[in-house]
């Protein structure tokens, strides 16, 4: 669930550090910093370094421009020019777990800047939740070569929005030894408290609020970016005012998505994804497991729970033979892929164990989820992977604020289901037609006036260029446009068309 990648060599890799909080707590004070503290403050500013002379601090509109268009030609023809210059700032603070413990998260605030009409004066601020990633090491302060921070800063610090973006406890230097993965509470906490710690830079840092919040999200950032408009509007209401919410590509059904990859339709990378989610849940919640090994066969099981998030790629965890790419569920398990396309997913050295997979399905069959599609939710799973994915499931609740879905009805790593559910259940439930928008960027245009005819037009042209890549590189062009289709074909576009909805909704 990563976005496009993109290598600039625009930042050195930000090897940052920050103190530590509060001394030892007495039997009776507790020194512990509450939530939202930011520990340094101003926050650490990540120099730009240059071919020659001394490092910048500012990221210059022509110099970002070029640089992107040398990496990835055409992509400012999506994100618009660079206007305005960007700071980086980069941040500590601290939040809770998934079990509410205290534990600190590191995050980027990118501030724009300059003479342009669009850089100056107060501005929007986008409180933006980052994808998947399987390394620990993730920065968004990080603008050399993290492809997700470089996105948001040209497509929203470049142009005129303040950007907040968490790293998420259990990544960077957080003390967190796990990372609390799709807990829809406990991430929307963290984002929360991202963002309460940015405020109280943005005096010492030159960011001028317009009190305008706009929140977003791509792949398991779309649930963390939706779970916390939800925390906003119900828990936090009294705090914060959310002007919109673009969720893109995300996960929100999760009881749907669970139920569908056991049910035989794994999704791309859950091999990877299961035992994130596995142990994000065991640890917030307990009673997933006695030992790993009831889920896992014997050569994952060990290490399995430490292993993610950790110093390896997604590639390496694969070569090494930490985790198979492909293969979730044994070759003989029934009942098989439910369709062709599903059918590397069964196979030698699978990853979770028949013996589990026939306990959720059991569980599955005797007490269904998503039977109503105006009340998903209204069941009763005994099975404790079938409970959580209940619990952190989003169609319990309605947005007050104008919503944008996007995604693409192609991606085999989050099913574009997940969308239509999860839009199907908010207007079952009440929400206006105009206040919900979703996009299927992989469509043709309605009509001359389609809004999306610009992005649905260059999707497609991306996506075409794939195949013809791959065919002149005598490449399976099917299996060359799965591998790049969520993680770098679809996020330029639903993340232009997010912030023109944005733009919109401000502009009123």
Not at 62 to 85: H, N, W
Not at 90 to 96: A, I, L, P, R, S
Not at 268 to 280: E, R, Y
Not at 415 to 422: D, E, I
Request: aromatic fraction near 10%; include cysteine; proline fraction near 8%.
């Amino acid at each position: 669930m990563r976005q496009t990648h993109i290598a600039l060599g625009l930042l050195s890799a930000a090897v940052l550090t920050a103190c530590g909080g509060g001394g030892s707590a007495g039997p009776v004070i507790d020194n512990t910093p509450a939530r939202g503290t930011l520990v340094a403050n101003p926050p650490v500013l990540v120099p730009i370094p240059q071919a020659s002379g001394p490092a910048l601090t500012k990221l210059d509109p022509v110099v970002f421009k070029a640089s992107l268009d040398a990496a990835k030609p055409g992509l400012t023809q999506i994100t618009g020019a660079p206007k305005c210059e960007i700071s980086t700032y980069y941040m500590k603070y601290t939040t809770v777990g998934g079990a509410n413990e205290a534990t600190d998260a590191t995050g980027a605030i990118m501030v724009p800047s300059g003479s342009d009409p669009a850089c100056t004066g107060p501005r929007p601020v986008i409180l933006y939740a980052h994808g998947t990633t399987v390394e620990k090491s993730f920065n968004m302060a990080n603008l050399r070569d993290n492809s997700e921070a470089i996105l948001m800063a040209a497509m929203y610090a470049a142009q005129g929005f303040i950007v907040v973006a968490p790293n998420y406890a259990g990544y960077d230097t957080s003390a967190l030894t796990y990372h609390p993965y799709l807990n829809a509470e406990q991430q929307a906490n963290d984002m929360v408290d991202s963002l309460r710690a940015a405020r109280k830079a943005f005096a010492t840092i030159g960011a001028q609020d317009s009190g305008k919040l706009v929140i977003s999200g791509y792949s398991q950032g779309g649930h963390v970016a939706m779970a916390t408009q939800r925390a906003m509007q119900t828990t936090y209401a009294s705090e914060f005012k959310v002007s919109a919410l673009a969720g893109m590509s995300g996960p929100y059904a999760m009881s749907l998505l669970g139920d569908a990859t056991f049910a035989g339709s794994p999704n791309a990378g859950g091999t990877v994804f299961i035992p994130l989610i596995t142990t994000s849940w065991q640890k917030s919640y307990g009673g997933l497991y006695s030992s790993p090994n009831e889920i896992y066969e014997d050569k994952y099981a060990t290490g399995i729970e430490t292993l993610l998030p950790g110093a390896l790629t997604f590639n390496d965890l694969f070569t090494t033979g930490k985790l198979p790419a492909y293969a979730m569920f044994a070759k003989d398990s029934l009942p098989g892929p439910s369709s062709p396309a599903f059918a590397a997913f069964f196979g030698d050295g699978n990853l979770v164990k028949t013996s589990y997979r026939n306990t959720y399905l059991a569980d599955a069959q005797k007490n269904p989820c998503n039977v109503n599609p105006a009340d998903p939710l209204n069941c009763t799973p005994a099975n404790p992977f079938r409970k959580a994915g209940v619990k952190n499931d989003l169609r319990n609740y309605v947005p007050n604020v104008p919503v944008f879905l996007c995604g693409g009805n192609g991606d085999p790593t989050v099913f574009f289901a997940s969308t239509q559910a999860t839009a199907g259940f908010f207007q079952a439930k009440g929400l206006p037609a105009a206040a919900l928008t979703v996009l299927d960027v992989d469509s043709s245009p309605t009509s001359a006036a389609d809004p999306f005819a610009a992005a649905k037009v260059g999707f497609a042209q991306s996506k075409q260029a794939a195949i013809n890549a791959a065919i002149a590189a005598k490449v399976d062009p099917t299996t060359a446009v799965a591998s790049q289709y969520h993680g770098t074909l679809v996020p330029p576009f639903c993340n232009a068309a997010s912030r023109a909805f944005f733009q919109q909704v401000l502009a009123k």
